[in-house]
């Protein structure tokens, strides 16, 4: 069974300082791995996802992260916050070794980033 | 254009009632999901529907009934409503249910408040 970890539920930055979110995954083989975002009163937007190849994944709104398989993790950075990135951050996986029993994503517990000027 | 959209946005309703959730998505996605984010904002699969198969059932008590009358459409209907139903139901689609890195695309979700 999978599972994710993500490290702070709240995380707060300032305006302008490097934003670093942790997750942490469980799975007997590498997973795919997402990161979602959740603006207040809305669904979730896919930030960026890592399947296979370049470690380093570029993400939309200046956000990237890195799939390191020796600390089974997947953590997302930008190094330069906004305001307007307050939002709930879910890291996501998903099992390659899917069969045809479905895509199902396992969400962590999400954070909570806070931006302040 | 809206990608995957559900109807309604809110849904207040007492203890016992029956309720509907409606999803439609015009993606030309294959499969959709439901999943369900309690108060604590932890997101749960439910179920996932591929071409109008049920492919994926989450030990979702049997008062949960989903339906999808075509591959556009996956509605959620919910009997004898419970406090503990009180959640924010997001539906979702993807190209299809197999290839496990194809994203998925979120509906605005759908608050429900049993009182």
């Known amino acids: 069974a999978q599972s994710v970890t993500q490290l702070g539920s709240h995380v707060s930055v300032s305006e302008g300082a490097l934003v670093l979110l942790r997750c942490n995954y469980s799975?007997?083989?590498?997973?795919?791995l997402f990161w979602y975002v959740q603006y207040p009163n809305q669904g979730l937007q896919l930030l960026l996802k890592?399947?296979?190849?370049?470690?380093l994944v570029k993400g939309i709104n200046g956000f990237e992260a890195e799939f390191k398989k020796s600390e089974t993790s997947f953590h997302l950075t930008k190094p330069s916050a906004h305001m307007s990135d307050a939002a709930e951050y879910f890291c996501?996986?998903?099992?390659?070794?899917?069969?045809?029993?479905?895509?199902?994503?396992?969400f962590g517990t999400g954070t909570q980033l806070k931006v302040e000027l | 254009d809206t990608a995957v959209s559900q109807t309604p946005k809110y849904l207040v309703t007492q203890m016992g009632n029956d309720k509907s959730i409606k999803c439609e998505q015009n993606?030309?996605?294959?499969?959709m999901y439901w999943y369900k984010q309690d108060s604590k904002k932890f997101l749960k699969i439910m179920f996932s529907?591929?071409?109008?198969?049920?492919?994926i059932n989450e030990t979702v008590p049997n008062r949960f009934s989903p339906k999808s009358p075509d591959k556009a459409h996956l509605n959620l209907h919910i009997n004898s409503l419970e406090l503990g139903d009180s959640a924010v139901y997001f539906c979702?689609?993807?190209?299809?249910?197999?290839?496990?890195?194809?994203?998925?695309?979120f509906g605005p979700g759908t608050r429900l408040t049993v009182l």
């Open positions: 993606l030309g996605h294959d499969t």
């Open positions: 890592y399947t296979t190849g370049a470690t």
């Open positions: 529907y591929n071409n109008k198969e049920l492919i």
């Open positions: 996501a996986v998903s099992d390659p070794a899917l069969t045809g029993g479905g895509n199902k994503l396992t």
């Open positions: 799975s007997s083989v590498p997973p795919y």
């Open positions: 979702a689609s993807s190209q299809d249910g197999v290839r496990a890195y194809n994203e998925q695309f």
